[in-house]
Structures are given as structure tokens and as C-alpha cells.
């Protein structure tokens, strides 16, 4: 008998449903502290803004791993091992990037000894290795021959170094190190999330690293600046930049790297961002147009739409500093990943620290106990 | 001034902290139901008995995927595409068959197109694909050739063929194709739950599927029934039996493979692995043994602690069946990893079709903000 109209057993769970878990605590942490109603971000209780100014990805790393605030913090890149790169000259030159880097860390992790539970120096040899990583697999799928760390740059100078084969000058490395900096940490966003859910059945930080990649792989995600890099090569031009947005605005389309779910304010990122640009000795002429067009926009949106507090989202600098130091944008989602290594790895050791296996409950919604259909 | 006595942000959630978010409900899905107490598990309504007794796994998996009771579906394993098995044998021979398994999809994920939602074909093709690979490494890592499919074969019989190179007889199939059943869903298991967190991003199947590989890979996840194995070889024969048990209880120790998180009943999957081994027609002697020691310690158990439900658990079984099937009991996790393929995949079909971004909060437990020490 297929008893399709038996009663669905009645759900046990203790607490109301919340779809997607919206605003249900599902970790403590002493990491990142995003106020997205004032426009901070803090790590460990220090402004995103003063980290930038003073600080360097790495010091920011050892911040998160530690809890110590090292400013002269050193990590240079790390060398690919060789089945790693066997992996990578094996993939298809059309894989996607964050493809890549995924099966870089899986297979990095299947060469390691990564006992339980996580340690700092886990976090800093793997966050040391996927720059070199994806670098290899950017230069594989051109045809180019990967380059080996040196071990004298630190982690953004080196990723750029092995992406290009040149050493990057100071205010190409410190854009892209600022860039590192503010991508590092942003609480429990799902990719993080998932690091932990990972962790928490004691499984290896290598395991919980490719799962975050995998979910940010995901555009819901978000942090896929390459929209922007569209609508700033559209303008063109700085003196273009007005009327571009003016008519874009009368069209009634939607300005990229505006707005942001959580931040009402200015996005304290894009400002640690455009602050680090406006001081380079040299401004590119990407950066000019970049910051031309968000004192354009910006103005434009106020005047039109003042109801709405569209600031300026961290997707904006990102997209501008990305394109800028010579990135394509194809590989903008894998660098976000690079980025939040630090963060992604800070929150596996704070998960193994005082670990508690997590493990929602599900609500069972299908048919009830029935026979198989004769 | 670094200002560590500075208030925390206060937490903003609406609802309280469960730690591990249990007792919380996390996903909504019609796949797998658990009824602990009545010992009790279906899958889309079906008993776990019945679908064992009538069907083999790729039925109980297109059940899972589709709704749709199809006893006779057929489901090969899949060849493994060049760039994976340069990945494998890339490997090192003492990597851990999780770890390689985790590899394996990763890569096989970087070779498809699987756009967004996941389809049933996409789930079929990795389901397919995933045995192969895991003997492929299986044999690599003896130094063996791996083995091309046997299109004629079923999943199962194909993963054994393609691990020992020889076509298994029926029984052995049929035991290990019962454990493949029983271990295909579970509900919102850690790595269940982890699949459905990447999924929810939008990200890929073999991405969410990856996840969750790490996921099971930690110890506290459950399903690793290697320790039962040990237990029975230290019995050696079903005439030692009552005087093996009696003195290990005697002596406090703990029996494996009985007693159950969630299962205070006999567990329904232990009883149809059971059912399926007693009526094989020429039973093994591992079999013979493992049913004397569980008729034994079972009357032990009651007998000495009457107080406790200590019933048989699904490790027992899947131990018993594993090493019965010539299985080395470092590739069980790997095992059960395979079997899970279904669930997962099912489950992550689920999430893509009534999409909703899984990202709950956190509870800031770090310093206030604070400047950077001087």
C-alpha cells in the first residue's frame, strides 16, 4: 500500500524555524565585529581603517592566529609541493579559478600532517601556500612556467611576483596588500560558516578551508567584484564620468559598488581602500577614474535617490585595485579567497579551541511511513 | 591607548544561543526521516527495512533524487577522467583515502560544467564517478593498475570489481550493496548540513560535495566502524565469544558497535544489514562470527546493565560487512563517504530547488573597539 496520506511525522525541534538561520546565533567569536549601522568593522576590537594604515596582510594574519599585534610580522609565500602541481598542470586550461585553488588546498592536504586540533602554524603554512597555488595555475593555464616564492617578498608582494614574473613596485604591492587586509576577516559569512561546521567534527583545517572556498565559490556569496571593473571600463574616462553616470541613473540602472547589505553607512573597507589609493606617490590612471567616479556617484545617487543611503560597498575599491595591479578579472573571486584565508583559518582554530560538533536539526516535511509501491 | 576594557559590542540576534545549534532547525526536507526513539529511519516515507529488502543502492538513490520508486534502475560506475587520475597518482601512497576521495571530486568538479541549480544528472554522474576514484586510488597506492568500469555492473559490484579486479560473487555484492542503502541518508548530519551551507550560496555541486567529504572525515561526525573491526578479530572465533564479552564487560571496558546518539531502539539499519546477511546463502565465516558475538553481547548487555538501551548499532553491521567484503579498514570512512553520495546529493537537489542563503550570526565575544598598541 502506498501510503501517500499518512501524517508527516510532527517536527521535534525546540525553536521556531528561522529560514536560513537569520539571526540565530551559531558561534562566538572574537574575531571580526562588523556594526554595519555605524560603518565599523573591527578585528579583534582594532578598525579595519588603523589595520590598513599600520599594518601588513601578514601582521594582520598573526592578529587574527594569535591575538598578537606583530607589525613587522613577516610570511612570505610558500612553495608548491610537487603533486600539487601535477594537479594543477592536469586540470583544463578553462577550469575556473577558485576550481583550482580548491583542488590545490585538497590535494596540499592529502600531502600534510594536519593533526587535530588546528594550530597557528597550520593556518600560516597553508595560508602561505595558496597564493603560490593559484599563481601557479594563472601562469599554467597561459602556458607559462609557474615561478618559485621568494622568500625575501612578503605574502601579497610574492603572489604577485609569481603571478607575473616581475617584483611589483611599493604602491602596486601595498594597493593589493590593503585589498588582502580588509577581505581577511568578516564574521560568520557562510564560507566561514561552513569552515566551522567542517572543524566541528574534528575534522583537518585543510578539509574546512576547501569547503569555505567551495561555498564562496557561490555568487549569493558575495565578493565578486568584476561587475564593477565592467562599468568603470565603460566610463572610460575621468571626464566622461559625469554624464556617464547621470544617463545610467535616468535609465534607471543599478550603479555597481553601491549599497551593501548589512552597511547603511560608508563602508569602512572602501574607505580603509580609497585611503591607501589617494596616498600612493604614484596614482595610477585607474585609480584617478576610479575615485572620479565615486565622488560622481556618490553625489548623483544622493541628489536622485535621497531616501536611500547607497554608499560606497568594499565590491568598488576592490574591483579598482584588483583591475589595477594587473589582475584579470577571473581571478578576483580566488584572490577574495586568498584574502580570507587568514580569517577562514583564524575561525578553525577558535572553533577547535572550544569545539562543540555542530548539528542542527532538519524539519521532516515528506510523506509519512508508507509500503513500497507493489 | 589600547583600550582593553572597553565594552563588547552587545549581541544583536533575535534568538538565544544553542550551541552546536542543536535542537534548532536548519533545513526543511522530505529525504530522510529518524525516529530515535522507535528505532525507526525512512527515506522519502519508504522503511530502511523494506528498501534494503527490494531495492539496491542506484533505486534507493534515484529514489532519494527523483520521488520515484524505481527498482530497477541501473546506475554503472563512472570511467575517471585523465586530469583525476594524474591527480591520484600525484598523490602520496600513504595519503588518507579521504583525502583523496576529497581530491578526487574536487578535481572532477574542475573538469565539468555543472551549472547552478544541481540537476539529478549531476548528481547520477558524481555518484557514478566517486567509486571509481576511490579504487583507483585503492590500487595506485599498492601499486597497482586502476580498473576501467564493467558497464554490465551496478554501482557496487562495480566499486568491488574495480578495487580487487575481480567480479564479486552475489552475496558479497548484495551485503555490501544493503550497506550502501543504509548509509546513502541520514538527515541533517554535520556533513549533510554542510553540503546544504555551500549549496546555499549557489556554488556547485562538487564543491558542496567536497565540503561535506571534509565534514564526515572528522571523527566526531560518526560512521567509522574500524574499531568494531578490531573488536571482532580480537574475539577470533564464535566458540570464545561468551567468555570474550563477559570479561570485557567485567572489566568496564566498552563494547563497539552498540549504543546510539539518537537510536534508543535497535537500530533499523543494523536490522537490515543483519536480515540481509542472515539469509545470504552461503554465509561467510566473518558473518557467522559477528552474529554470535552480537546474539552474545546483547544478552550480556541486558544482563549486566538492564538500566541502559543498549541495542546494536549500524557500526556493528558496517564492520562486519566492510572487512566480510575483503575492504581494508582504512578505506571504511572512504566507504561510507561513497554511500553518503546519494544523501548528499539529494539533499543539495533540495536545497537548490527552495533556495535561501544559510548564514546565521554571531555572538562577538572579543575586546571593544580599541586603538592599535603604540
Redesign the interface.
Known amino acids: 500500500m502506498n501510503?501517500?496520506t499518512?501524517t508527516a511525522?510532527a517536527?521535534t525541534?525546540?525553536?521556531?524555524?528561522?529560514?536560513?538561520?537569520?539571526?540565530?546565533?551559531?558561534?562566538?567569536?572574537?574575531?571580526g565585529?562588523v556594526?554595519g549601522a555605524a560603518g565599523?568593522l573591527?578585528y579583534?576590537?582594532?578598525?579595519i581603517g588603523?589595520?590598513v594604515e599600520?599594518?601588513t596582510y601578514p601582521a594582520v594574519a598573526n592578529l587574527l592566529w594569535t591575538g598578537d599585534?606583530m607589525?613587522s610580522h613577516h610570511l612570505p609565500t610558500a612553495p608548491v609541493p610537487?603533486?600539487v602541481m601535477?594537479?594543477l598542470?592536469?586540470?583544463?586550461r578553462a577550469?575556473?579559478p577558485m576550481?583550482?585553488l580548491?583542488?590545490a588546498v585538497?590535494?596540499w592536504?592529502?600531502?600534510q600532517v594536519l593533526d587535530w586540533p588546528a594550530t597557528p602554524d597550520q593556518a600560516r603554512a597553508l595560508t602561505a601556500f595558496s597564493p603560490s597555488a593559484l599563481a601557479a595555475f594563472a601562469r599554467i593555464r597561459r602556458g607559462l612556467e609557474p615561478i618559485e616564492p621568494d622568500p625575501d617578498l612578503d605574502l601579497v608582494p610574492g603572489f604577485l611576483y609569481q603571478l607575473t614574473g616581475e617584483r611589483p613596485d611599493a604602491g602596486t604591492a601595498r594597493a593589493l596588500d590593503a585589498y588582502f587586509i580588509v577581505g581577511a576577516e568578516h564574521?560568520?559569512?557562510?564560507?566561514t560558516?561552513?569552515a566551522r561546521?567542517?572543524?566541528?567534527?574534528?575534522?583537518?583545517l585543510?578539509?574546512?578551508v576547501?569547503?569555505?572556498?567551495?561555498?564562496?565559490?557561490?555568487?549569493?556569496?558575495g565578493g565578486a567584484p568584476s561587475e564593477v571593473v565592467e562599468q568603470i571600463h565603460k566610463v572610460g574616462s575621468p571626464e566622461r564620468a559625469e554624464q556617464w553616470v547621470r544617463d545610467a541613473v535616468e535609465r534607471g540602472e543599478r550603479l555597481m559598488g553601491f549599497g551593501h547589505r548589512v552597511y547603511r553607512a560608508y563602508d569602512p573597507r572602501a574607505a580603509a581602500l580609497r585611503k591607501v589609493a589617494e596616498s600612493m606617490e604614484h596614482k595610477p590612471d585607474w585609480l584617478e577614474l576610479a575615485i572620479k567616479v565615486e565622488d560622481v556617484a556618490l553625489r548623483v545617487l544622493a541628489e536622485k535617490h535621497p531616501e536611500r543611503a547607497l554608499k560606497t560597498n568594499v565590491e568598488y575599491y576592490a574591483a579598482a585595485v584588483l583591475q589595477g595591479v594587473g589582475l584579470s578579472p577571473d581571478l578576483f573571486p580566488a584572490t577574495f579567497a586568498l584574502a580570507r584565508h587568514a580569517g577562514w583559518t583564524a575561525h578553525i582554530l577558535e572553533q577547535s579551541a572550544d569545539n562543540?560538533?555542530?548539528?542542527?536539526?532538519?524539519?521532516?516535511?515528506?510523506?509519512?511511513?508508507?509500503?513500497?509501491?507493489a
Open positions: 501510503d501517500r499518512a511525522p517536527a525541534t525546540a525553536y521556531p524555524y528561522s529560514p536560513g538561520l537569520e539571526g540565530v546565533p551559531a558561534a562566538e567569536t572574537a574575531l565585529y556594526d565599523r573591527t579583534r576590537g582594532y578598525r588603523d589595520l599600520h599594518g599585534w607589525p610537487p603533486a601535477t594537479a598542470r592536469s586540470l583544463p577550469a575556473k576550481d583550482a580548491r583542488t585538497s590535494t592536504g592529502a600531502t564574521g560568520l559569512n557562510a564560507s560558516f561552513t561546521v567542517i572543524t566541528s567534527t574534528r575534522s583537518d585543510a578539509s574546512a576547501c569547503g569555505a572556498i567551495g561555498a564562496m565559490k557561490g555568487p549569493l556569496h562543540r560538533l555542530i548539528r542542527p536539526d532538519a524539519i521532516y516535511t515528506g510523506p509519512g511511513e508508507r509500503d513500497l509501491p
